[in-house]
C-alpha cells in the first residue's frame, strides 16, 4: 500500500508578531455579513458577545482599521455591518488562505510523493 501524504495549516496574519487575523475572525465576519449581527454571529460559533467584541477590537486595533459598523439599539434592535475594509480584508484573506493551501498541498507532494 502506497500512503498519499497531506499537508494541513492554519493561516493567520501576524502584525509585528502578534495574531490579528485568522479563521476564527474571517468566521465570526462571515457571520455578521449574514447575519447582520456581532452577537448572533459569536452565538453561532459557541463564543460569547464580550470575547467576540474583545476579538474584533483587538484586531481593529492591531490594524488601524474599523471593521466592523455598529449599530445602536432600540426599537429594531441594534446590529453591525462590515466596513468597506472589513469586507476587503476578509475577501483578501480568503484569497491568501485558499492560495497557502494549494502552495501547501503542493511542497507536501513535491517532498513525501517518493514515501
Known amino acids: 500500500m502506497n500512503p498519499k501524504f497531506t499537508a494541513d495549516a492554519t493561516l493567520r496574519i501576524l502584525c509585528n508578531g502578534e495574531k490579528t487575523f485568522g479563521p476564527g475572525m474571517a468566521q465570526l465576519l462571515e457571520g455578521i455579513e449574514r447575519l447582520g449581527s456581532l ?3 459569536a452565538a453561532e460559533m459557541g463564543m460569547s ?3 467576540a467584541w474583545n476579538i474584533v477590537r483587538n484586531s481593529e486595533n492591531k490594524l488601524g482599521k474599523t471593521l ?3 449599530k445602536v439599539g432600540g ?3 441594534g446590529g453591525a455591518v462590515l466596513t468597506a475594509d472589513g ?3 476578509l475577501q483578501r484573506y480568503r484569497a ?4 497557502g493551501k494549494k502552495a501547501l498541498a503542493q511542497l507536501a507532494a513535491q517532498y513525501f510523493e517518493e514515501m
Open 39 to 41: 452577537r448572533r454571529s
Open 49 to 51: 458577545y464580550n470575547k
Open 68 to 70: 466592523i459598523e455598529r
Open 75 to 77: 426599537a429594531r434592535g
Open 87 to 89: 469586507q476587503e480584508l
Open 96 to 99: 491568501f488562505e485558499t492560495e
